[in-house]
């Protein structure tokens, strides 16, 4: 790194002008740092930094507890936001915005925002099937993989094909239902 010049008169230089001070002596760098980076941690540190960090991220109780987290941040924020104002923050749903119809999941936000508030009746009315089977089922499927999370064992959920098909058919038949009604 070159080092930056002096304002100090030497020899070379003319005096300063009258009336102005002559610039203070450059301060020397320490001379066992000049020129080299900041000092890094130890190997050692940082390898078991990262080991303890990729052990946690192992654990199979960190995604659910992670998620519960993340869960109660977001309710937190969305209590103090009302997303029935016009112009609210968030973005307009896409399959509403192409097609002027409601998706299966239309108004979840604003029925996570009722419920909040304790207001079942708007809840209902924002989202009835996310409020009867949507939350129950999302209930259900994250108690157990708290549930394994926490036993240590990983849980990967299946539901087949009938249970798809069953979950599918579910959503296609209320997204006709709340559009044709």
Known sequence: MPRAASSA???DSPPAPPGH???PPPVSPRPETAGTAPPRPAEGVRRRGAARVRRLLRRPATA?????AAGAAGAAYLYGTNPHE???WLPRCPFNWATGLDCPACGATRMAYDLLHGDLGSAFHSNALML????????VLYGRWLYEGLRGRRWRPSFGRLGTAAVLG??????VVRNVA
């Open 9 to 11: 008169p030497d020899a």
């Open 132 to 139: 009867l089977l949507g939350l129950p089922f999302a209930a």
């Open 170 to 175: 579910v959503a296609v038949v209320w997204a």
């Open 21 to 23: 001070p002559d610039p």
């Open 86 to 88: 016009p112009g609210h």
């Open 64 to 68: 659910p507890l992670a998620l519960a």
